[in-house]
């Protein structure tokens, strides 16, 4: 079964500056898609960013962009100037290329010091 | 706003009843997935229908069920509540079953048992 490891259950990060949210995952197969989610007070599930394992550019949007490493299960996620909405549990997240259902880490809280 | 609504937004409830919690996917889509968070168990993957029929299975109890209905919204029922049955439950939906396909989620429906 595929597994999502977030290492990180808090963070913190001056407003403006740069922080990078770290998940691993592990799976033995080759098409699979990766996820962050955002949940902020409202908890609301908002989705952030996606990578498509076959694709070998990084992803970004806005603010956002990750470092997927393929070969190493790594999909990290970083905030580049950090506004204090930013403030929020992030959810890395795994999905199969076969399957549907989202495999969620334990997720990462972020906190934006002013 | 996802386009995914949930109602009711709160639901408090003592051991051993029943409820049911309704979701509204977007507009055209076909596929309703739920969730459930907990502080102990994270995000977890319960189940999903596709166009009225179910399609996969995730750690389900057999004490709840799901179904998915002709105009696509669809319901999941809870009975023989038990304090661990507290959580935040979440309706996604998607378009298709393509692994391109992004979940959108509702904004929750938090269930309290007393």
């Known amino acids: 079964a595929q597994t999502v490891t977030q290492s990180q259950p808090e963070m913190s990060v001056q407003e403006a500056e740069t922080v990078t949210l770290s998940c691993t995952y592990d799976t033995s197969e080759s098409d699979y898609y990766l996820f962050w989610y955002k949940q902020p007070p409202s908890r609301q599930m908002i989705l952030v960013i996606r990578q498509e394992a076959y694709k070998q550019q990084n992803a970004t949007e806005n603010r956002f962009s990750v470092n997927f490493q393929k070969a190493a299960k790594s999909f990290s996620l970083k905030i580049s100037d950090s506004q204090l909405g930013d403030a929020a549990m992030y959810f890395c997240?795994?999905?199969?290329?076969?399957?549907?259902?989202?495999?969620f880490g334990q997720g990462t809280r972020l906190t934006i010091n002013p | 706003d996802s386009g995914v609504t949930q109602t009711p937004k709160h639901l408090i409830t003592a051991t051993g009843q029943r409820v049911t919690l309704r979701c509204s996917p977007r507009?055209?889509?076909?596929?309703v997935y739920w969730y459930q968070q907990s502080l102990d168990q994270g995000l977890q993957f319960l189940i999903q229908?596709?166009?009225?029929?179910?399609?996969a299975k995730g750690n389900i109890l057999e004490r709840f069920s799901a179904q998915q209905f002709p105009d696509l919204h669809s319901e999941l029922n809870l009975s023989s509540l038990e304090l661990g049955d507290s959580a935040l439950y979440f309706c996604?939906?998607?378009?298709?079953?393509?692994?391109?396909?992004?979940?959108?989620f509702g904004p929750g429906t938090r269930l309290t048992v007393l």
């Open positions: 996604a939906s998607s378009v298709d079953l393509r692994g391109t396909d992004t979940q959108y």
């Open positions: 507009s055209g889509d076909l596929s």
């Open positions: 229908y596709y166009n009225g029929e179910e399609r």
């Open positions: 997240a795994y999905r199969s290329g076969g399957a549907q259902k989202l495999v």
